[in-house]
Structures are given as structure tokens and as C-alpha cells.
């Protein structure tokens, strides 16, 4: 019987000397988990309010083009995506913002103005730091 799963990426803990013949299946299936870490989904988000959500995966690619007006990026709560990265970059040359919203830096607020202007943000569990931007 397999022992408890890993705290973060919930891997199966194989139990030396009591699995037999089922760790080539729990091998299997954590290596699978593993490659998904090797991945960063992309969401594309067009000219509309988003609110973004959270995987496995370790950080999650968001490439906004805000048209017009501004568009509000809403983050989920820091305290459940703890450890998890999100890089928000505007891609058009319009006039909209992309206005991210949530705890950022001691801010409510995080403003993408220029083209190809992004921001990564790190969920630290109470709050987003911000660990790269231009």
C-alpha cells in the first residue's frame, strides 16, 4: 500500500517493501506530474474583465490585449495559490490599461500601460510580491 502523498506536488510515496507490484504504476503517474512543471499555460484575454484562476502548474502565463478601455485582472486570493507565479503582459499599443487588481506590493491596484509592458508576481500567502517587471 502506498505510503502518504508528497505536502506540494501531492506525489505518491511508494512503501519500500509493501507496494509490490504497483510502483511502476505510482512511478508513472508522479512523472507525469512532474513533466506538467516543465509547462506554464497561456491564457489569452481579449478586451474583457478576467478573473484568473490557479493549477498544479507552477506559474500561469496571462497575455492581455485591453483594446480601448481599460480591463480589470483580477487575482485570486493569495492565500489559496501560495507559491504560484503569474506573469500578466499587455500586448496591444492601445489606450486601455491593464488594471490588476488585488494585494500587490503593499497596492490594491498594478497598472499596465505600454505595449509589451508585463508584471510577475509571486503569491507569498498573504499577499503578491513583485518579482520581475518592466
Excluded: H
Excluded at 513533466?35 to 506559474?59: I, K, M, R
Excluded at 489606450?95 to 487588481?101: C, H, K, L, N, P
Amino acid at each position: 500500500m502506498p505510503g502518504p502523498n508528497t505536502p506540494i506536488l501531492q506525489l505518491t510515496v511508494p512503501t519500500v517493501g509493501g507496494d509490490a507490484n504497483t510502483w511502476g504504476t505510482e512511478l508513472n503517474t508522479d512523472l507525469g506530474i512532474i513533466d506538467n512543471l516543465g509547462a506554464a499555460p497561456t491564457t489569452v484575454v481579449n478586451s474583457t474583465p478576467y478573473a484568473a484562476t490557479f493549477s498544479q502548474f507552477p506559474e500561469s502565463v496571462f497575455r492581455v490585449t485591453t483594446g480601448a478601455s481599460n480591463l480589470v485582472f483580477n487575482l485570486p486570493s493569495p492565500t489559496l495559490c501560495y507559491g504560484k507565479i503569474f506573469t500578466v503582459k499587455k500586448l496591444d499599443l492601445s489606450a486601455g490599461i491593464v488594471q490588476i487588481m488585488g494585494s500587490i506590493d503593499g497596492f490594491t491596484e498594478w497598472d499596465l500601460t505600454n505595449q509589451y509592458q508585463y508584471v510577475r508576481l509571486y503569491s507569498n500567502g498573504v499577499s503578491f510580491d513583485v518579482i520581475g517587471n518592466n
